[in-house]
């Protein structure tokens, strides 16, 4: 998985509680994305950072945040959870290549709110 | 902005018979196209790629063609082999707000009988 860690990797949680998704990668590379995936959606980008504390929203943004105080760290957080935010979060890396940028995903997290 | 849409939603093959899955996109000024393979229970992984400035390019069994006047893409898998059944997603890299983001098809469902 392209040097890409994601904890947990399973979590079951009650609705109202804050929980926080950390993106750990190894390759030093610019560009961290947060996606979640639900069936029919396809991969939806959360929030994505381009450096270290330059972070922007995606497509769909609403009940979550993000940081990013190190390169190698990237954290989403649930302020307050809720039942539509049960789904599986992928993080992703890539380095900026001009033009584009290939992206690389970690094993996923499975996030179920009760 | 871009949309990108991904047929069919599942495909089922004969083992040794060929897949073909297509793509449309609406930004003409989309310039990189990935095809990514998901396994159960993994994330995407990368397995193919084409540049806007190449028409074809193949890699073993795989190839995958670009159509920039008709403004669709296909991936063709040749010999299919049981290990080939997964999810696959198609993407269009397109520029916002000053970064590079893919926008994600959602998803074809591989299905290889034995």
């Known amino acids: 998985d392209a040097g890409i860690t994601q904890s947990p990797r399973h979590k079951v949680t009650e609705t109202g509680t804050p929980v926080t998704l950390r993106c750990h990668q190894t390759e030093n590379h610019r560009y961290m994305y947060w996606y979640r995936q639900d069936p029919g959606h396809g991969l939806r980008l959360i929030h994505y950072s381009y450096g270290v504390k330059d972070t922007d929203k995606g497509e769909v943004s609403d009940g979550y945040s993000v940081s990013r105080s190190k390169t190698e760290d990237f954290l989403l957080t649930l302020e307050s959870a809720t039942s539509s935010q049960t789904s599986v979060y992928f993080c992703?890396?890539?380095?900026?290549?001009?033009?584009?940028?290939?992206?690389?995903f970690g094993p996923g997290t499975r996030l179920t709110v009760l | 902005g871009e949309n990108v849409e991904q047929h069919p939603s599942t495909l089922s093959v004969q083992e040794g018979d060929s897949a073909v899955i297509k793509c449309t996109y609406s930004d003409s000024a989309s310039n990189y196209f990935p095809w990514y393979k998901q396994e159960l229970g993994k994330g995407p992984q990368l397995i193919i790629d084409i540049r806007s400035n190449v028409g074809e390019k193949k890699d073993q069994r795989i190839a995958v063609t670009l159509n920039k006047t008709a403004k669709h893409f296909s991936l063709h898998i040749t010999e299919t082999q049981p290990e080939d059944s997964a999810v696959y997603f198609c993407a269009a890299s397109t520029l916002m707000d000053s970064n590079y983001q893919l926008i994600w098809g959602a998803g074809t469902k591989l299905i290889i009988k034995p």
């Open positions: 992703a890396i890539s380095e900026d290549r001009g033009s584009y940028n290939e992206q690389f």
